[in-house]
Structure formats: C-alpha cells, structure tokens
C-alpha cells in the first residue's frame, strides 16, 4: 500500500516502521515545551499523510508515555480518509497526569499510527432486538 504525504519541514523524520514485524509507525512532534502538571498542549508532527481509500488511520499512544506521565488527551485519535488537504498536518494533543513538569522535546516520539482497514455499516432501526438483556456495564464480572 502506498501512503502519499508530504513533510512541512525538511527536517522532519520520513514515517517507518522500526522492525519487520512492526504494525505502527512512530511519530515524532516537531515543538519543544515544557508540560506543567495537568497542561494539555497541542503539539504539531509536520506531517500530512492522506490515509488510502477504504482505511483508517488510528493515532496510539506509545507504551512508554505510561512511565513519562503523559498521555494523548483524546486516547487514540481518528484520522479519516477524507483530512488530507495541503495544511491538513497531523497534530497530538498532549496531557500531562503527572506531578511534575514533563519536557517535550523536538523529535520526541510521542504517538504511534496504524492503517487499519475499514467497513461503513447500513444502520437499520427495528422495534426489538434479539438478544436478551444483559445488565449492563460490567456484566461478565
């Protein structure tokens, strides 16, 4: 599958994939700031990717934010195939859950992005389902 984007600096790390069994490819921000405890902040990748017809591409956080104290302030992003326009630049909102400052530097890699291929769902009303109830969250113990 061909992925057409384009970088908005020249600077800015071509995506790959770091191993050959890698599904994700990491994305680097391209700001430095310095996080305060429970700071959102947006961050800019200076990357536009147009997501392939028929796909999603799906923003993750890395594992390793866990142990920084940061966190995607959304938890994983959703990028249609439709965004992918000139200045259509991927950007990650960052949120600090920690108790101190957190540095982000250029280059971090903060995020990582996965195509994932999708099904668009004819939704049909009915008066009644199927299925018997269930209770409700946390059912299954």
Known sequence: MIVPFKRLTTDVPIPEYKTPGACAFDLAVIDDAVLAPGE???FRTGLVVCTPPGHVLILAPRSSNAKKGIRLANGIGIIDQDYCGP???LKLMLHNIGDSAYPVERGER???GMFVPIMRAEFSEVSELAAPDRGGFGTTG
């Open 40 to 42: 959102r902040r947006l």
């Open 87 to 89: 200045t259509d630049e």
């Open 110 to 112: 903060i995020a990582q």
